[in-house]
């Protein structure tokens, strides 16, 4: 099921920027039962164009949820042993609160009048809903990319709440690459004619050409040379010749731009620069004194971290950094890194043994937590 939830104005969602988010919105969606003792609760945490529809057909696009791999009865991520919830960010655009809410002063679209969140807000208004359904306690919370980011800091910010963990090819940190790739995206959209500085929802505007444009940038960097060469090489696009013109000559340029055309049917270009900005500001070390062990001190929570070995864009460097702080820490931590070469994406993809780890590692935790065996 989908639902959403208004918190009274006098329950506010602290910001990191020191600002307050009233009244907070939060949209969500569930699969699976949640048991008597409420101990079989997973939190699943979406990357950056996900929203909360991780399984079963997306009310928008039609097409499978981001995670239908993983998620669903049998599957590694069981509905028939799980409570699985999914919520949209705060900052996002399908029903959470976010830059496209309309401010009952006026009537106008928030805009770039909406506060700047941080990974941290995204996962405190999380924890706002938890309580908000009574859960106590995760038996697990995973994500891959921003979504990694959110698993690492419920880790670090509510360690007794958290059972295990499966951040996927994620950092701790955001590079200066990453950052730069964002603002590429973000100036895009800005640039756009159509954005008029974030208030296009009362211009009666939409800047899609530079929020395609940042979608097709972004959309490279989760895919790999080979993946790319793979699938499209130097093929041409529905011709025999070159047209010596600006067209789609190629199946990768027509690919890209049918990429960035359908995003902008379902996001938020406003979202967009919200969302990366979250990214972008996200460093778990810097809030223990730049020391990441630090941010898992004593902590009983249970780790499996997962890397790609042709992404690029969140390379296993990046996770061995967090395998490394989690062992000083003394943590319970497991490391694997999949080969395969489609990128970034792969966490999303179809990696048999991605499958067989996880499933692994899920059904290992829930027997130690008491919620019996899995599929033999």
Same mark, same amino acid.
């Given at each position: 099921?989908? *639902?959403?939830?208004?918190?009274?104005?006098?329950?506010? +969602?602290?910001?990191?920027?020191? *600002?307050?988010?009233?009244?907070?919105?939060?949209?969500?969606?569930?699969?699976?039962?949640?048991?008597?003792? $409420?101990?079989?609760?997973?939190?699943?945490?979406?990357?950056?164009?996900?929203?909360?529809?991780?399984?079963?057909?997306?009310?928008?696009? /039609? %097409?499978?949820?981001?995670?239908?791999?993983?998620?669903?009865?049998?599957?590694?991520?069981?509905? @028939?042993?799980?409570?699985?919830?999914?919520?949209?960010? #705060?900052?996002?655009? =399908?029903?959470?609160?976010?830059?496209?809410?309309?401010?009952?002063?006026?009537?106008?679209?928030?805009? +770039?009048?909406?506060?700047?969140?941080?990974?941290?807000?995204? #996962?405190?208004?999380?924890?706002?809903?938890?309580?908000?359904?009574?859960?106590?306690?995760?038996?697990? #919370?995973?994500?891959?990319? =921003?979504?990694?980011? &959110?698993?690492?800091?419920?880790?670090?910010?509510?360690?007794?709440?958290?059972?295990?963990?499966?951040?996927?090819?994620?950092?701790?940190?955001?590079?200066?690459?990453?950052?730069?790739?964002?603002?590429?995206?973000?100036?895009?959209?800005?640039?756009?004619?159509?954005?008029?500085?974030?208030?296009?929802?009362? %211009?009666?505007?939409?800047?899609?050409?530079?929020?395609?444009?940042?979608?097709?940038?972004?959309?490279?960097?989760?895919?790999?040379?080979?993946?790319?060469?793979?699938?499209?090489?130097?093929?041409?696009?529905?011709?025999?010749?070159?047209?010596?013109?600006?067209?789609?000559?190629? &199946?990768?340029?027509?690919?890209?731009?049918?990429?960035?055309?359908?995003?902008?049917?379902?996001?938020?270009?406003?979202?967009?620069?919200?969302?990366?900005?979250?990214?972008?500001?996200?460093?778990?070390?810097?809030?223990? /004194?730049?020391?990441?062990?630090?941010?898992?001190?004593?902590? $009983?929570?249970?780790?499996?971290?997962?890397?790609?070995?042709?992404?690029?864009?969140?390379?296993?460097? *990046?996770? $061995?950094?967090?395998?490394?702080?989690? @062992?000083?820490?003394?943590?319970? #931590?497991?490391?694997?890194?999949?080969?395969?070469?489609?990128?970034?994406?792969?966490?999303?993809?179809?990696?048999?043994?991605?499958?067989?780890?996880?499933?692994?590692?899920?059904?290992?935790?829930?027997?130690?937590?008491?919620?019996?065996?899995?599929?033999?």
């Amino acid at each position: 099921m989908g *639902e959403s939830y208004t918190f009274p104005a006098d329950r506010p +969602l602290a910001l990191d920027s020191g *600002e307050a988010l009233a009244p907070l919105t939060i949209a969500w969606k569930t699969y699976g039962t949640l048991n008597a003792q $409420k101990s079989n609760a997973f939190l699943l945490c979406h990357a950056l164009t996900g929203d909360q529809y991780a399984a079963g057909v997306h009310p928008v696009t /039609g %097409k499978p949820g981001w995670w239908s791999s993983m998620v669903g009865p049998g599957l590694p991520i069981d509905t @028939n042993r799980f409570f699985v919830i999914c919520a949209n960010v #705060v900052g996002g655009c =399908m029903g959470s609160s976010g830059p496209h809410d309309i401010n009952p002063a006026n009537g106008a679209q928030l805009g +770039l009048s909406f506060p700047v969140i941080t990974i941290r807000d995204m #996962v405190r208004a999380q924890a706002l809903l938890l309580d908000h359904l009574g859960i106590e306690s995760l038996f697990c #919370v995973a994500g891959g990319s =921003m979504g990694g980011m &959110q698993v690492l800091q419920w880790a670090a910010s509510y360690p007794e709440r958290v059972y295990s963990a499966l951040p996927l090819a994620t950092a701790a940190r955001h590079s200066a690459q990453n950052i730069a790739f964002h603002e590429v995206g973000r100036q895009a959209i800005m640039a756009d004619p159509e954005w008029n500085a974030g208030d296009y929802f009362a %211009k009666g505007t939409n800047p899609s050409k530079g929020l395609a444009v940042a979608r097709m940038a972004a959309h490279i960097t989760y895919l790999s040379e080979a993946a790319l060469h793979r699938k499209f090489g130097r093929n041409l696009q529905n011709r025999e010749a070159l047209s010596y013109r600006f067209d789609a000559d190629f &199946q990768v340029e027509s690919y890209l731009r049918h990429q960035g055309l359908s995003f902008v049917d379902r996001f938020d270009a406003n979202s967009y620069l919200y969302i990366t900005r979250a990214m972008d500001y996200f460093d778990l070390a810097a809030d223990y /004194g730049g020391v990441l062990a630090q941010a898992f001190r004593n902590t $009983k929570t249970r780790f499996c971290i997962a890397s790609f070995t042709s992404d690029w864009l969140f390379p296993t460097t *990046e996770s $061995k950094k967090i395998v490394h702080a989690l @062992n000083a820490a003394g943590a319970n #931590v497991s490391f694997v890194e999949f080969e395969t070469d489609k990128g970034h994406d792969a966490f999303l993809l179809d990696v048999p043994e991605m499958f067989q780890t996880l499933r692994g590692f899920i059904d290992a935790a829930a027997q130690a937590r008491g919620l019996g065996a899995g599929r033999v």
